[in-house]
Structure formats: C-alpha cells, structure tokens
C-alpha cells in the first residue's frame, strides 16, 4: 500500500465497539499514513473530538452505549466541531434518511479497504482545497 502524501494525512477518529473491527479499521487507516484516535462509545468520542479536533468522524451508528446518529446530532450542533467531516458505519439494512441526515457519508460492513481509502483521499482533497481557499 503507497503511502499518501504528508499534505493529505488526515486526523481521524474511529468510533467502533467491535475490538475487532476497531482493530482493523486502525490498522488500515495508519497503514495507509493518517493519525488515528480510537474509542469504543460516545461520550469518549465527544471528549477525544473536543480535544483533538480531527478531520474525519468515522462512527459505527450501532454502538452499545448510544447510537452513532445521537453522536452525529451531537457533533453538528457544536459550533466547534459542526463542520467536521461525519461517515456513518453499518452493518444492517440501509438506515432511514432521519438516522444518517447528520452524517457527510455512510458506508456498508464489511467496509472495503480500497473504497475507505479513495474516500478518505477525496477529503483529504477537499480539506487540502478549502486552506488553500483562505
């Protein structure tokens, strides 16, 4: 796997409960040369977001503590970080537009591994273009 340009790493945190798929999704994305926080539930994903201030929110909606659309809503209503980049993670059937209206994407499990990363690559892009619009 090539590793992406310093310019596009991007900081992202993993909201998983699946140690698993935490595990894996972790791996994949410090392969690939973005910084990577991980946590298994939502008030630990408000408390390192509110810290380190990432690029990308990746949340799996089913969490045992609360849902990753409660996380989602959560975010976008802090001015902080309403614009941080939101990719919701299911598993099940595809979730009604109420659950994923505050995501910026979502994604089936088994995430593809080529597909994350061409993701990711477009935000890195987007974030890339927005600083040098200022």
Known sequence: MKEIDRKRRLDVV?????????????????????????????????ELVRQQRPQVLLTDLAL????????????????????IAQIAMTGSVDPDWETVRHFDLYLRKPIAEKELLQLLEQLAISVEDAHLLR
């Open 14 to 46: 993993v909201v998983e409960d699946d140690p698993e798929q935490c595990e894996a999704l972790g791996a994949i994305l410090v392969r690939a040369g973005h910084r990577v926080r991980t946590c298994p539930a939502v008030d630990e994903a408000l």
């Open 64 to 83: 045992h503590d609360e849902s990753g659309a409660d996380l989602g809503r959560r975010l976008r209503a802090h001015p902080a970080t309403a614009l």
